[in-house]
């Protein structure tokens, strides 16, 4: 779907609700579902252990049910991807968004990937797939070996997600991924996009979709806070791993995934 900006109910649908914070509880999934749908957003993207949950605030509604599978940085074994496919496809997930484990090709075994790639999307049967890249993961060769294999696979989404490095995402970011395409792909970026000029400054480089935890402040063109410092932070507790939003100027915690 291209970007036409006609105001805010235009750039909604284009907006996927990121709900990937580990600890949120099941009420603060619902709430934010029905705001999804209040906003008229393309999706939201959860865990596949709150797809049902999702699914069955969202199933009167045109928002899509997206699942994240091998987040956040696509280690998890393949045949581990493909259950986590199954079992949120079960559930009632429209779409999944696979990250893809860099490891296979850093060890020189790209048909491990390929697998990886062809099993899920297997597993999704009819449902889209996107390829999502870890920033700062992939090298360029490895991203430009990735993407051949994406195109192979059949499948037809790549996803760019922000990650392990401490600058934010910019669509300079996403240019660089997009020369290296073909043609017929479509986009998506993730990241802790904040404000509208942000998004549409994405959209306008060609993105389809914008993964924000913040779609609500999008849509308002709220451009008073700086959230240029805003980087992605990962750490681990008895739960496995937080990601988080945090200023890197003062240390607070803007949002949590």
């Known amino acids: 779907m291209a970007f036409e900006d ?31 749908a209040q906003l008229g957003l393309h999706g939201v993207s959860v865990h596949s252990s ?44 429209d779409e999944i968004s696979l990250v893809l484990n860099p490891i296979h090709l850093k060890d020189g075994q790209p048909k491990r990937l390929f697998r990886e790639l062809r099993d899920v999307v297997e597993a999704a049967e009819t449902r889209p797939v996107k390829a999502v890249f870890c920033q700062g993961l992939f090298s360029e060769q490895e991203a430009q070996q990735a993407i051949e294999l994406v195109r192979e696979s059949g499948v037809g989404v790549i996803e760019l997600l922000g990650g392990v490095r401490p600058e934010p995402l910019s669509p300079e970011d996403f240019m660089k991924l997009k020369a290296s395409c073909p043609e017929g792909f479509q986009f998506k970026v993730t990241g802790p996009i904040m404000r509208q000029s942000e998004a549409l400054g994405f959209l306008k480089a060609g993105v389809n979709w914008i993964g924000t935890p913040e779609p609500g402040r999008v849509l308002e063109d709220d451009e008073i806070e700086d959230y240029t410092h805003v980087i992605p932070v990962y750490t681990f507790d008895t739960t496995g791993p937080v990601s988080q939003w945090r200023d890197v100027q003062t240390g607070i915690v803007i949002q949590d995934w």
């Open 6 to 36: 006609q105001g805010s109910s235009s750039l909604a649908v284009h907006l996927d609700y990121t709900l990937l914070k580990p600890d949120a509880p099941l009420e603060e999934i619902k709430l934010r579902c029905q705001h999804a």
């Open 50 to 93: 709150r797809v049902a949950a999702a699914n069955l605030i969202l199933e009167d509604s045109e928002v899509k049910v997206g699942c994240v599978v091998g987040f956040p940085f696509g280690a998890p074994d393949s045949d581990v991807k493909r259950f986590e496919t199954e079992v949120a496809i079960d559930l009632g997930a």
